[in-house]
């Protein structure tokens, strides 16, 4: 991906997909990943920072544990220092669970140096395999839904390092992203991040067969966050198992799962005949399984 706009909140987007190429993917060469940029889209506003820049002006080391090492902007002062520490009290735990999620790998480049802003931006980091972090400190007011930005940033990390065709800048990837982070702490996303509604309230494009090339489009991350929670909450895959299935597009991931190549079907089935097409949708969550 070129440079990739943040995981901003609330970003709205438009009722269909852009006219782009929608392309298979397959997993793509270290080298392709590492020139790439990413962040995480929550909000609608322009953001001025140049992609996985730091903030600048004087910042304050908060601490560090064995996989992280915390600071925020200075100027950010007491809220800066809780959101600090808040992100220190459970980065382990979320590491070890992103961790047993992704077969037991220990992404390269560690640890993870994080660094807490006083801007709403979301998060991003360098690259796919990035392990630089940036947390816009008001990018939401709940605070453990900062702490499910820095997870969804880090297990891209993860994902990077798996490979399986599990791309950090389509629409497959960016799903993965999502889900696992939303999974780690549930509902606390604001409105503007969740996505479902983006592809539900649209022509419903396949993006099951076929991958997104683009981590911003909120129809295809949308279908895709469906698509994967529906394997784990309806279909009862686990998550180490979906990850371990990857491929470059989820119907292949299906497959992989199941033995079976009807996954745009049988995931279609299901939504149909509880979301029917022609309705307007507001869910308050990318997960409204079981159904």
Same mark, same amino acid.
């Given at each position: 991906?070129?440079?990739?706009?943040?995981? =901003?909140?609330?970003? =709205?987007?438009? $009722?269909?997909?852009?006219? %782009? !190429?929608?392309?298979?993917?397959?997993?793509?060469?270290?080298?392709?990943? !590492? %020139?790439?940029?990413?962040?995480?889209?929550?909000?609608?506003?322009?953001? $001025?920072?140049?992609?996985?820049?730091?903030?600048?002006?004087? !910042?304050? +080391? $908060?601490?560090?544990?064995?996989?992280?090492?915390?600071?925020?902007?200075?100027?950010?002062?007491?809220?800066?220092?809780?959101?600090?520490?808040?992100?220190?009290?459970?980065?382990?735990?979320?590491?070890?669970?992103?961790?047993?999620?992704?077969?037991?790998?220990?992404?390269?480049?560690?640890?993870?140096?994080?660094?807490?802003?006083? @801007? &709403?931006?979301?998060?991003? +980091?360098?690259?796919?395999?990035?392990?630089?972090?940036?947390?816009?400190?008001?990018?939401?007011?709940?605070?453990?839904?900062?702490?499910?930005?820095?997870?969804?940033?880090?297990?891209?990390?993860?994902? $990077? &390092?798996?490979?399986?065709?599990?791309?950090?800048?389509?629409?497959?990837?960016?799903?993965?992203?999502?889900?696992?982070?939303?999974?780690? /702490?549930?509902?606390?996303?604001?409105?503007?991040?969740?996505?479902?509604?983006?592809?539900?309230?649209?022509?419903?494009?396949?993006?099951?067969?076929? !991958?997104?090339?683009?981590?911003?489009?909120?129809?295809?991350?949308?279908?895709?966050?469906?698509?994967? &929670?529906?394997?784990?909450?309806?279909?009862?895959?686990?998550?180490?198992?979906?990850?371990?299935?990857?491929?470059?597009?989820?119907? @292949?991931? /299906?497959? &992989?799962?199941?033995?079976?190549?009807?996954?745009?079907?049988?995931?279609?089935?299901?939504?149909?005949?509880?979301?029917?097409?022609?309705?307007?949708?507001?869910?308050?969550?990318?997960?409204?399984?079981?159904?």
């Amino acid at each position: 991906m070129t440079p990739k706009p943040a995981k =901003k909140a609330p970003k =709205k987007a438009a $009722a269909k997909p852009r006219k %782009a !190429t929608i392309a298979k993917t397959g997993q793509r060469s270290i080298a392709a990943i !590492t %020139a790439q940029h990413h962040r995480v889209t929550v909000h609608s506003a322009h953001v $001025a920072a140049v992609m996985g820049m730091r903030q600048k002006g004087k !910042t304050t +080391h $908060a601490g560090a544990t064995p996989h992280f090492d915390v600071s925020y902007v200075t100027s950010f002062g007491k809220k800066g220092a809780t959101l600090a520490q808040a992100i220190l009290q459970n980065c382990e735990r979320d590491y070890s669970t992103l961790q047993h999620v992704f077969g037991g790998l220990t992404p390269h480049r560690l640890p993870f140096v994080v660094q807490v802003t006083s @801007d &709403n931006s979301g998060a991003s +980091h360098s690259s796919c395999l990035g392990t630089d972090m940036s947390i816009g400190g008001r990018s939401g007011s709940n605070v453990d839904f900062i702490r499910s930005l820095l997870v969804a940033e880090a297990d891209e990390v993860f994902m $990077a &390092n798996f490979g399986h065709g599990w791309d950090c800048g389509a629409s497959n990837g960016e799903g993965l992203s999502r889900v696992l982070a939303n999974d780690i /702490y549930q509902g606390v996303e604001p409105a503007g991040f969740i996505s479902s509604n983006s592809w539900l309230n649209s022509s419903r494009d396949n993006f099951v067969d076929q !991958t997104y090339p683009s981590d911003t489009d909120y129809p295809s991350i949308g279908c895709s966050v469906l698509f994967l &929670n529906w394997l784990r909450f309806q279909l009862n895959h686990t998550w180490s198992d979906i990850v371990a299935a990857g491929a470059g597009t989820l119907s @292949d991931t /299906y497959k &992989n799962l199941t033995g079976k190549s009807t996954g745009w079907q049988d995931f279609q089935a299901t939504i149909t005949s509880h979301f029917p097409p022609g309705r307007q949708y507001r869910l308050k969550t990318d997960n409204p399984f079981p159904l």
